[in-house]
């Protein structure tokens, strides 16, 4: 994860491009649609990883009294998500400044491992995903949107992108194998890539035709920046090089 990517001024700008408290895609529809794609129990204990500035675990507490336990790497993001918290009063949402590899809970702490977005930056998944296995409840749910990448070598421009970005990007049905050997069963990925493309679309639209005010809140080059990276990322999921997945799986109900 590069140094700037996740700054004070990386953080909001881009949220200025994904909307207020949101630093994933398609907010706060997607995170609706996914909520009630899955039994939700009202009260469920949530562990969202990459929590960011906490728009995701804010609306879960608010609309289904989860209580949410938000992870994120950076002094930034958790600064923000917990001063916002305090604004609005929420309550049932706790953020950990972390590395996910690092922290650890008792087996069965969690009904629902949730997490936008942020798997890109992890390479040994495989590992992470039995530790995300052991934390859940029996019966209990994983929702997992990352990329993912295409089958084959894809363009040089893709392939220099992913290098440069340190995404070590797995296949989507090898990301859903490798859930599955992490023991989690009625696993399933939906290839979401066309929704990415309209959505990135609509994004750079929404940059281009309010370039003044952003270029006023933030500097032209971070809108040069922003602009170069979106397109690039639109380009690379127009060609079917980058992937959009949405995963799901359960452990057993009996564990
Ligand atoms: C693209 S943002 C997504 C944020 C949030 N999921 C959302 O949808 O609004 C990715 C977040 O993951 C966090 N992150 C990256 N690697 C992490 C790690 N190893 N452990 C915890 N958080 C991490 C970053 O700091 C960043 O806030």
Known sequence: MSSEQYSLTGILRYEWIFGYGFLGYGEPGVTRNLIEAINWPSGCRVLDVGSGLGGPAFLMAREHGARVTGVDLTEATVGLARQRQEEQGISGVDFIQGDIHDL??????????????????????????????????????????????????GSDRFEEYVEASGYPLPELDRYARILTEAGFVDVSVEDRSETLADLL????????????????????????????????????????????????????KTG
């Open 104 to 153: 650890d809970w008792p087996p069965e702490s969690f009904d629902v491992i949730w997490s936008r977005e942020t798997l890109l930056h992890v390479p040994d998944k495989e590992k992470l995903f039995k530790k995300f296995h052991l934390w859940l409840s029996p019966g209990g749910a994983l929702v997992i949107t990352d990329y993912a990448r295409r089958q084959g070598r």
């Open 201 to 252: 679309q609509e994004q750079l639209d929404k940059l281009e035709s309010n370039k003044k005010e952003f270029c006023e809140t933030f500097s032209r080059e971070d809108y040069e920046y922003l602009k170069g990276r979106w397109q690039l990322k639109f380009d690379c999921c127009r060609d079917g090089d980058m992937k959009w997945g949405w995963f799901m799986g359960r452990k057993t």
